[in-house]
Structures are given as C-alpha cells and as structure tokens.
C-alpha cells in the first residue's frame, strides 16, 4: 500500500513543482527559510507518518538524538497546552533543515502557494506578511491580489490560488485513484508521541 501512496506523492510533486514554477516571480522560499516548519501543527494522516518514518528509521544515531531530544522536549511543553491547540517547531527541523525531506508529509510538500477551498476562500501563506511568498503583490489590508503591485511587477506570469488545501489533497477520491487509504488524521506531534518509540528514535 506504501508503494501505491509513494506514486501518490509522485503524482502531487509534479503538480506542485509545476504550480511554483508558474509562481515564481512571487515565491522566496530557499534553503534555510523554515518558517513554515516552525510554529504550526502540520496535519499527517497515518500512511503520510508511516513514510514519514521510513526516513527517520534510516538517520544517522546522531541525529536521532537529536530529533528524539527535540520531540521530548515538546512533548514537555505540550502536556502544559492540555485541551488547546498546541502549536510547535516540527522536531525534524534541525539548524533549519528538514533532516527528513524526501519522506515529509503533503502538507510540507505544499505549503506556499496561494490556495482556494471549495468555498471559493482564496488563502495566502502566512509568510506573506514576513515579506516573504506573494507578498510582493498583496494588499495587506484587503489580503488580496493588488493589480497595481501586480502591474508594476511587469511580469507574464499572474498571481494564481490552487485548489491544494490539506483536506481536498487527502479526499477519499484519491484513495480510490492510487488504491490506498490515508487512515487517522491527527498533528505530527501526536504521531510522533505515540509512535517513537516503536521506531527508536
Ligand atoms: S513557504 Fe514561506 S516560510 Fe516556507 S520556505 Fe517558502 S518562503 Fe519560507
Ligand atoms: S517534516 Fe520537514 S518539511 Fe515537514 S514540517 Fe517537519 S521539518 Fe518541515
């Protein structure tokens, strides 16, 4: 079944791939830009944990000490936020790298595009307002594409949302598409939680 959520994931990242390119002139994520790691959630189904922990499985000793110490130490800081939405910096973050990159979740695989939802709500990354993705033709006090940045960008490619929000990628239609299914949804911390010490990490 992993094989089939991997032809998955293949499938997404040239959709993806394809979105940012048609995006560029509006996107600034880099190598070392990890904001998105830090601070948030991150929503993982149990088939995206299970690849997930296929690449922390394979980490030098050393750093799975390192992930194992990060994870213990949010773990602390979780059990004090006890019926609240607990937000975290990701424990595969070490010195702003993802020690686990080719084996993250949807939800890493995304992130940084403008998205609409099935309510036609058009969502733009948080970074925006760091001055970073998109911020170069937002309004930010509409929260909108503003034309007359847009124009003095002097660029061909627009400005676009894309229907890539967690719960439409996850969509029951795409189990039935790549024969798998994505299982329990819950934040990565939760997973981990439950699940390190199966994996020894
Ligand atoms: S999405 Fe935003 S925060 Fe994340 S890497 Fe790109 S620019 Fe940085
Ligand atoms: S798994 Fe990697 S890409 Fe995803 S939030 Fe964690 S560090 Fe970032």
Do not use: H
């Not at 992993?2 to 994931?9: E, G, K, W």
């Amino acid at each position: 079944m992993i094989q089939n959520y991997v032809t998955y994931l293949k499938f997404l990242d040239e959709k993806f791939t394809r979105f940012f390119n048609k995006q560029k002139p509006f996107i600034f994520c880099k190598k070392g830009c990890a904001k998105c790691c830090k601070n948030a959630q991150f929503p993982y189904s149990e088939i995206e944990v299970e690849y997930l922990l296929l690449g922390a499985w394979q980490l030098k000793p050393e750093i799975k000490k390192i992930v194992a110490d990060n994870l213990a130490r949010k773990n602390k800081k979780k059990n004090k936020y006890e019926g609240e939405k607990f937000r975290y910096d990701c424990p595969f973050l070490i010195n702003n790298e993802c020690a686990v990159y080719d084996y993250r979740g949807i939800v890493c695989r995304s992130f940084g595009l403008m998205t609409v939802g099935a309510n036609e709500k058009i969502q733009v990354p948080f970074c925006c307002f760091q001055g970073l993705n998109y911020s170069n033709v937002i309004d930010y006090e509409t929260k909108k594409v503003s034309q007359e940045k847009y124009k003095a960008l002097g660029v061909e490619e627009e400005p676009s949302a894309f229907n890539i929000n967690y719960e439409f990628l996850t969509d029951t239609d795409f189990e039935r598409g790549f024969n798998f299914t994505f299982g329990e949804r819950k934040p990565l911390i939760d997973w981990m939680i439950d699940k390190a010490q199966q994996y020894k990490i």
